[in-house]
């Protein structure tokens, strides 16, 4: 059922452009009209929808964070996202105009299936972003997108994430468009821009697997990690973390690179490897610089700095030991390709280190207990 490859991982990680592709065929036309009849909930309700809380756990939780930076811009409502069991148990505002977002590869996990059920005893409505046809949490929701990835075997969840991402992009382009927020030709710019990056995710893995593969047989004794990033580089770098903790059992902190001088700062010593992830070089933006000066702060410390950066941002390169290199892409729509060399790093850390990529000690597939 590998298909050749040597993990289900390895497979997966090259499944990321047909996750995106799939995700989402037939669900625009070229005039870019996104047409989501399956969601079975009525335009007036989306309408009237003044509030959007994602609720999720790990890795589906950190493709709602990236969703809230799009969907914010884009709509103009505030999106909230948070860890489905914190979300539980405390006592969250839900009104009829709330839609709350569940994000779920398997649409088993007991913390997200308790959140929606209990956001809907509040009389919220409830869509489940979800790979998993027939599943519990779309059964139970009022309305479901699903992501087309295909099966996700490993344990530490790839194409799923790329996918819960466009799935999630797709509804914020479709609020927009029944709320009347975006001109049209807005909204098919950046569908074009989607549909471009199936592409650019494959051009990561013809040119990147070399780099990140010799990297991390370089770092495979390091004892801990630090990831950062800003905007939508920021649940990113949360992503990259999590998988290197999930696979290739190594202490990794991701955090907000704007957070550094209040803290983390204090971890960095001499050779402490720090991935940092670089925003579009476009125009060197505001954003961009104070990544590249976060880079310079921890590269004057000691540390080993790795950038995911795109290709030709010579600054980028100035205080990088090593750069992983995307092509250009909006900022929107970095999280899609920066996440590709992050999945191959743990996935070759974990090999490296001897581990079972596929199935890590003390996790299973879908956390069916709260
Ligand atoms: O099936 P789900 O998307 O609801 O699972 C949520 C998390 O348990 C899952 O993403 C977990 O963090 C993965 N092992 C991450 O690789």
Not at 4 to 21: L, N, R, Y
Not at 29 to 42: A, F, K, P, R
Not at 154 to 168: G, L, N, P, R
Not at 270 to 281: D, F, L, M
Request: hydrophobic residues 45%; negative net charge; glycine residues 6%.
């Amino acid at each position: 059922e590998k298909g050749g490859w040597p993990s289900f991982m390895d497979k997966e990680i090259h499944e990321d452009p047909q996750a995106v592709a799939e995700t989402l065929m037939g669900r625009f036309d070229l005039q870019g009209h996104i047409t989501l009849d399956e969601l079975h909930v009525s335009v007036e309700e989306l309408k009237s929808v003044d509030k959007i809380i994602v609720v999720a756990c790990g890795t589906a939780s950190y493709a709602g964070l990236v969703a809230k930076y799009a969907i914010e811009h884009w709509v103009r409502i505030p999106v909230e996202v948070e860890l489905a069991h914190e979300f539980r148990y405390r006592d969250p505002i839900l009104t009829p105009r709330t839609l709350v977002i569940a994000i779920s590869q398997s649409g088993e996990t007991m913390d997200t299936l308790m959140a929606i059920r209990h956001a809907r005893e509040q009389g919220s409505k409830v869509l489940a972003l979800c790979n998993t046809q027939g599943s519990s949490i779309p059964r139970e929701s009022d309305a479901v997108l699903y992501t087309h990835a295909g099966p996700e075997v490993a344990v530490a969840s790839t194409k799923a994430f790329v996918a819960q991402i466009t799935a999630a992009y797709l509804v914020g382009l479709y609020l927009a468009q029944v709320k009347n927020v975006m001109f049209a030709d807005e909204i098919q710019e950046v569908l074009r821009s989607l549909r471009q990056m199936p592409q650019k995710i494959q051009w990561v893995l013809d040119n990147d697997v070399d780099v990140v593969k010799k990297t991390a047989h370089k770092l495979v004794d390091s004892k801990a990690f630090l990831f950062l990033g800003r905007h939508v580089g920021y649940p990113v770098a949360l992503e990259g973390a999590l998988k290197l903790k999930e696979i290739a059992y190594t202490f990794t902190e991701g955090f907000a690179a704007g957070e550094l001088k209040h803290g983390p700062i204090a971890l960095v010593d001499e050779g402490t490897p720090v991935v940092v992830i670089v925003p579009s070089a476009r125009n060197r933006n505001v954003l961009h610089s104070k990544v590249i000066s976060n880079i310079e702060e921890v590269k004057a410390r000691g540390a080993y700095t790795i950038t995911v950066a795109e290709e030709g941002d010579p600054d980028a390169e100035k205080y990088a030991d090593t750069v992983f290199y995307r092509p250009a892409c909006p900022t929107l729509m970095s999280p899609l390709v920066d996440v590709v060399p992050l999945q191959l790093f743990s996935m070759y850390m974990a090999e490296a280190k001897g581990n079972d990529v596929d199935k890590p000690r003390n996790l299973a597939k879908s956390v069916t207990v709260e």
